[in-house]
Each structure stands twice: as structure tokens, then as C-alpha cells.
């Protein structure tokens, strides 16, 4: 075992209280139906059930640290999502028992900024779409210390361990949970069905040296000018390389496991990049080995819930790591944004 700290115990905790409050929605048939918020992203009640069974555990275990999800009450509007709440809360209470909270719906309060410079982040389904079409999607948990990810834990319900991750798992199987700490390594275990507290026994996630033949990116299914964005990075590099396909932060999973050798996010013309897209995977990432940072090669940072100090993001073998930032750079200034952080309208 690792030296594990109580931050690391806690927002294990409180991961597997979200994988068990999902698992049991997911024994419903309407489990993948969503409704749309208002800003266009689909919600299901996984999503609810997950945020509000994690946001528990946190408040009994970490009393005081404020807690930042990336859903709200704007994710419950209406009788659509009157609905919705009303099956993450059975699920929560039927997954935690005498542990489930008196008011859950208090969970989706919204929260404009973090009150310290110490909070938990929670994506409780990194990856929605995924998730609806039974594709790869991701737990996601991270504590941040001064700007910085101190803690991060990502529950992969669809990556099997021993197991090509490019396979998707089925519901029935229980996925793999990586977890890291800054200076403390990255780690994985395969959750058994009901656990919840961290297994006696783990694997250290190390990433192995780069083949590099050829260079294997993490690419967007949906597709996007963004990614199109990226494959010019990558050709602008002269490396050889091929692109993957899958949903969420698996994409940092695949990265630390050597799986896959990069993935970045270019900027948007119109979001900036939100804090818990990011945070718990790169922590995982960068703790395996990865070198993770901005399309600059500067260290992301997490100031409040979106990256706006920063140029999109970077996981990458670090061989390749100051090719990518380099062409990045070029690439971007044709752009007109490569020497500005966060995005600058629809000049980027």
C-alpha cells in the first residue's frame, strides 16, 4: 500500500458513495433518460444521485471545505427535473442507508466561487453523452490546495483492469478507481460491488516509456472545431501519430496507464475550460508520470471553477510534451490567442 493520508481516504469515500448511488440507478430502466438544462448539456439522474451521495460523504468527513459541482438548481428546473431529483434521491437513499442526508436536494445548491483556498470539486459524471450511449465516462473528484490539485480520484465504471481500455465494460462489472495525490503517486483499484471504503490492497499506476510509433492522441467522439484544431497541433509537431476516440476524463486514465500518449484540450471560442473537467484527472496524470500543463507548459491553475489563467490543457508523455506546447504555440498565433489565457471570444 501507499502512504495514504486521510485527504486521500476521504475523497475515496466518497467516490465509491457516488459509484454506489449510480449503480443503483442504474437498476432502472429510465436510468440513461436526460433532460436538457438550460445551457444546452444534457443531466440524467446519475448525474444528480452521483453529486449528491459524494457531496454527503464530504460534508461528514471534511466538515468545512466547501464543496463545487458542476450541478445546480438549474439542473432540477421545472417538473422534468422534479422528476429526475426524485429518482436520485431514491437511489441515493436505497445505496446509503442511514447515511443518505435528510434534505439531498440542499446538495445542488449553487456555489459562484470556492469561500477558501482549500475545496473539493466533484464532476459527478464527467462525460454525460458517454454515459447515455453506453460509452465511457468517469466519477470525477478533486481537492484543491492554493490553486493547486492536491487530490484527485477518478472512477472509471467502463475501464476493466487487466483489460483493453478501449473495451467498454457493461454495468454489471465494477470498473477500476484511480486515485492520486501530489507527491504521492498515482494508484488503482477494481471496487468491489457495495464497497465503501478504499481495499487493503492497490496497484501503483506508473507510466511505462514511450514507444512513440506512432504517437497515440486522445481525440473528442463528437468531434468539434476544437478537435480539428488539435489534429493541426499534431500534424504541425511532424510527428507520427493516430488518434483515439472516447468520452470524459477516462481520457486522463488512458494517458497514465500508457495507453494513450496525449491528450489536450486547444481553447474554445466560447467556454472556458471548468475546474472539475480537469482537475482529477490531471492530478492522476501527472502523478504516473505525465507531464500535464497548459498548451504554454504552464501549470494549470485552479483559481476558481474555470481555467481562466490558462491556455487550454496539456497531458503528454514528456518527450513529446515541449514539441506539442511548441507547435501549440504556432498553430494558435494563426489564431490569435496563443500568447493570452483562457479564450478571447471568437477569436480562438
Not at 26 to 42: F, N
Not at 143 to 166: F, H, Q, W, Y
Not at 336 to 347: D, E, H, L, M, N
Amino acid at each position: 500500500m501507499p502512504p495514504i493520508d486521510e485527504r486521500v481516504t476521504i475523497a475515496v469515500e466518497a467516490a465509491l458513495a457516488g459509484l454506489g448511488a449510480l449503480r443503483a440507478v442504474l437498476a432502472k430502466s429510465d436510468a440513461r433518460v436526460p433532460m436538457i438544462k438550460p445551457d444546452g448539456t444534457p443531466v440524467t439522474a446519475g448525474d444528480l444521485a452521483v453529486q449528491i451521495a459524494v457531496s454527503a460523504v464530504l460534508e461528514r468527513r471534511s466538515p468545512g471545505v466547501s464543496v463545487i459541482g458542476e450541478e445546480g438548481e438549474s439542473s432540477v428546473g421545472g417538473r422534468e427535473g422534479e422528476t429526475l431529483l426524485g429518482r436520485a434521491i431514491d437511489a441515493v437513499r436505497s445505496a446509503m442507508g442511514s447515511d443518505a442526508p435528510r434534505d439531498p436536494a440542499r446538495f445542488l445548491a449553487s456555489s459562484a466561487a470556492p469561500s477558501s483556498d482549500t475545496w473539493w470539486t466533484v464532476d459527478p459524471i464527467d462525460g454525460t453523452k458517454g454515459f447515455r450511449s453506453g460509452r465511457h465516462y468517469a466519477l470525477c473528484l478533486a481537492l484543491i490546495e492554493k490553486n493547486r490539485a492536491a487530490v484527485g480520484v477518478l472512477s472509471c465504471p467502463t475501464l476493466m483492469m487487466g483489460r483493453d481500455p478501449l473495451e467498454i465494460g457493461s454495468d454489471a462489472q465494477p470498473g477500476t478507481v484511480y486515485f492520486a495525490s501530489a507527491g504521492g503517486g498515482a494508484w488503482k483499484f477494481a471496487p468491489a460491488d457495495g464497497a465503501r471504503v478504499m481495499p487493503s490492497t492497490v496497484s501503483e499506476v506508473r507510466r511505462p516509456a514511450a514507444s512513440g510509433t506512432p504517437w497515440l492522441v486522445c481525440d473528442s467522439i463528437e468531434g468539434s472545431s476544437r478537435a480539428e484544431r488539435m489534429r493541426r497541433v499534431m500534424d504541425h509537431t511532424r510527428l507520427p501519430w493516430r488518434s483515439v476516440s472516447l468520452d470524459s476524463q477516462c481520457k486522463y486514465a488512458l494517458v497514465a496507464e500508457g495507453a494513450a500518449d496525449c491528450f489536450m484540450r486547444v481553447p474554445s471560442a466560447t467556454r472556458e475550460e471548468c475546474v472539475w473537467d480537469h482537475a482529477p484527472g490531471a492530478v492522476v496524470a501527472a502523478e504516473s508520470g505525465a507531464e500535464v500543463s497548459d498548451l504554454a507548459g504552464r501549470a494549470l491553475e485552479f483559481s476558481g471553477t474555470t481555467l481562466s489563467k490558462n491556455l487550454g490543457t496539456l497531458a503528454c508523455d514528456k518527450f513529446i510534451a515541449s514539441m506539442v506546447c511548441s507547435a501549440a504555440g504556432q498553430v494558435l498565433v494563426e489564431r490569435g490567442c496563443a500568447t493570452r489565457p483562457g479564450i478571447k471570444g471568437s477569436a480562438c
